[in-house]
């Protein structure tokens, strides 16, 4: 299903599309964002943590930028809570249309959330994305331990060597698959309440995708 580009004020995810002209990637120079206009539609969001009706797309005006906002994506343990609430996961799917003779990379990601979690509990963001009918990247987790009450930030970076780059002339989506999970640990379940969100309790930027960008080879 191909959901609408429409607003949101909850839950945010930025895929920065454009990265600081000349700017050093790992130690590489890499190109601005293209100036011709960037279009990026969701195709498809599937998952516990993002159910139908709950995730919106905005593009931003000046096409350097689109938001995906949440309103349900949290995973919690404790009273009242279904067992399955321990983990919540997201995947979608991204069809971008970028100008021809460019490419793109994900080289770096920043997420948010806020996360409440009793002693003795523990909860682990991950996530992963991947080209449609390429190798996934190696998803990577960041785990954060009770006593905890406060917003949450993880980074993940790719050195630029490592970096996988959407195939030049090819029509492929672009999957991000995201993971809360909250484990009980030596807190009770059965009295005490622990949670985990991937949004932004303020209302602003909860996950930030950026991209290098490389001019593709000339067909010979």
Known sequence: MKHALTGGAAAALLLALATPAHGSTAGKTTLPAPPDKIVIELATVNGSGCPEGTT??????????????????????????????????????????VPGGFTYAIVKADYRGYAFLQPGANAMERAGYYFQGMPQT?????????????????????????????????????????ELRVNAGTSNPLTQTSFMTMDSTDGSVSTVYHMAWKECPQPQ
């Open 56 to 97: 919106t797309v905005d593009v931003a005006s000046d096409n350097t930028a689109f938001t995906v906002t949440y309103s349900d994506y949290l995973a919690r343990i404790g009273p009242g809570s279904p067992a399955t609430d321990f983990r919540k996961n997201c995947q979608l799917s991204l069809r971008a249309h």
């Open 138 to 178: 190696s998803q990577r987790s960041h785990r954060f331990d009770g006593p905890y009450d406060d917003n949450w930030q993880a980074t993940d970076e790719t050195e630029y060597s490592e970096l996988i780059w959407a195939p030049c002339g090819e029509k492929r989506n672009f999957n991000i698959n995201t």
